[in-house]
Every structure is written in C-alpha cells, then in structure tokens.
C-alpha cells in the first residue's frame, strides 16, 4: 500500500485525504517533520499561501519537506500549495516559499473568490477530460527549463511537474473526480527507490 503524506496545517487538506483514501493510499497528516518518514510523497493543500508558508517555518517543515525532496520524496503542492512550492511568487519577492520547482506565479491572478469558476482539462496521462474549480487560483506566468507541462487553459500551464515536485493552480480535491489523485500516486510507484 502507497504512504503518503497531506500537509494538514491550513486549507482544504481534509478532502485530499479523502480521495487518497478512496484510492487505497495509506495517508499521514503531516504537522511535523516527523510525520514524513516513510512516506512516498506529500500533497500541500490550497488554503492561504503566505500563513501556510510561515508555519512551514515555523514548525521547520521547510527545511524537512526540502529534504524529504532532495532525498527522493515527491511532492504535489494544488493552488496555494503550487505558491508555496514556487520558485518566485510574482509581487511578493519576500514570501516564504520552497522553491522546488522552476515556474513563476502570481498570486489570485485568475480573480478574486467570486470570479472562481471551474474548466475542463485535458491533463496528461488522463483518457478523457477532468472537470475542476479554480478559487482565486494563481497563474503560472513563468515556467523554467525542464517544467514539464501537463494542462494547460487558454494557452496558460495550470497543471505541471518538474521531477517529482508537481504544481496545480486549481482544486482537484473538490472535483470529485479522483483520477489526478490516483495519478499523482501512480507516479510515486514509478519512481526509482
């Protein structure tokens, strides 16, 4: 059975282990860097990039989730996570953040709460397309050499991976539709030990 971590600090954490559970994953709600051990990868939820970010360091999970990557861990950060996991978060040069994986994004770039909607997606690896909400998503404006593009709306990446560290600017969780999920975990069993 795959462990796996979710980031359980802040955000729509709950509805991720839910659909991880669904799919047969043995889940850990990560507060502490002792909960990584063992795990195969962590999902960081959406919720408030900048208090996600801080008690990241204040708990010393920055530290912990950068080597529980460098040490082969993946890691698959959804609209405020995909902040936190950035590289440069544009406007906001001093947010903490991981900066595992190569693009750039801007906060809220697709509108305020009230402008949220949902698309359709036609993501990589998926038959068919997944239908998901975008809730004052951020945009990936940049992304680097090596950032593999897995979706795109309107020309824009939402969904990408660079290694084993993946971002997505929407909510998968609250699709009900798991198949990102279990992709996410199909990766971890691919992945070299």
Known sequence: MTRVGVLALQGAFREHR?????????????????HLAGLSGVVMPGGESSTIAKLLVTYGLDEALSGFASAGGSLWGTCAGAIVLAKEVVGYPEQPRLGLIDIAVARNDYGRQVASFEAELA?????????????????????????????????DPVLVRQGRVWAGVFHPE???DDRLHRLFLESLALAPA
């Open 123 to 155: 993501v990589a690896g998926l038959a068919s397309p997944v239908c998901v909400p975008f809730i004052r998503a951020p945009r990936i404006v940049r992304v680097g050499q090596g950032v593999e593009v897995l979706a795109r709306l309107d020309g």
């Open 174 to 176: 609250l699709s009900g």
């Open 18 to 34: 839910q659909a991880l559970e669904r799919l047969g994953a043995e889940v850990v709600e990560v507060r502490l860097p002792g």
